[in-house]
Each structure stands twice: as C-alpha cells, then as structure tokens.
Nanobody, 111 residues
Framework: QVQLVESGGGLVQVGGSLRLSCAAS????????MGWFRQAPGKEREFLAR???????DYSDSVQGRFSVSRNRAGNTLYLQMNNLKPDDTAVYYC?????WGQGTQVTVSS
C-alpha cells in the first residue's frame, strides 16, 4: 500500500521561497510519475508539476519558471521548490503517485 507524507509547508511572505517534500513508501516508484497538486479554498484541485518515469519534468503554466520539481536518488522522496511566492499560491499542497494522495501540507503566502 502506497503511503505519501508531505511536509515543508508554512507561512511565508510574498516573494519568499519554500521547499516541500513528499516521502513515499510502499512500492518502488521508478516506473511511476510523481506529481504535485494544490487546492485553494473554494477551488478545484489543480495540477502543478510532475516528474515522469524518465525523470523529465512537466509543469503547469501557472508555476512554470517559479517552481521546480525533483526527487532524491532513491526515488522515494519528491520535492517541490517554490520561489517568488504570491498570495495566489496559498493552498493545501498534495503529492500524488498513481491513485494515492498524501494528506497535504498548508502553504500560506502573506502580503
């Protein structure tokens, strides 16, 4: 059974940076895409970024150039480096592998 645990969220000022982590366990992840999503209050869950099994990244237009997705050498921890944060980035951030979701981590950007 896949388990995903996000961490690294918090309160940051506009223009600041955060790095989120997603610790994955329960299977070998090298053949799966691993991705990040977020959900703001009153809005639908939104795709942000993912790493394909090849290791190639894929980003939504809303975060291209500001966010960077990566993983550790073992392939069981996914990261999301978020730079130049804006108030609109305030949301709960989730990682996903296959059909499994983590519990989310809150990111709040204050102006």
């Amino acid at each position: 059974q896949v388990q995903l645990v996000e961490s690294g969220g918090g309160l940051v000022q506009v223009g600041g940076s955060l790095r989120l982590s997603c610790a994955a366990s329960g299977r070998t992840f090298s053949s799966y895409a691993m991705g990040w999503f977020r959900q703001a209050p009153g809005k639908e869950r939104e795709f942000l970024a993912r790493l394909l099994p090849s290791g190639a990244p894929d980003y939504s237009d809303s975060v291209q150039g500001r966010f960077s997705v990566s993983r550790n050498r073992a392939g069981n921890t996914l990261y999301l480096q978020m730079n130049n944060l804006k108030p609109d980035d305030t949301a709960v951030y989730y990682c996903r592998v296959d059909n499994a979701w983590g519990q989310g981590t809150q990111v709040t950007v204050s102006s």
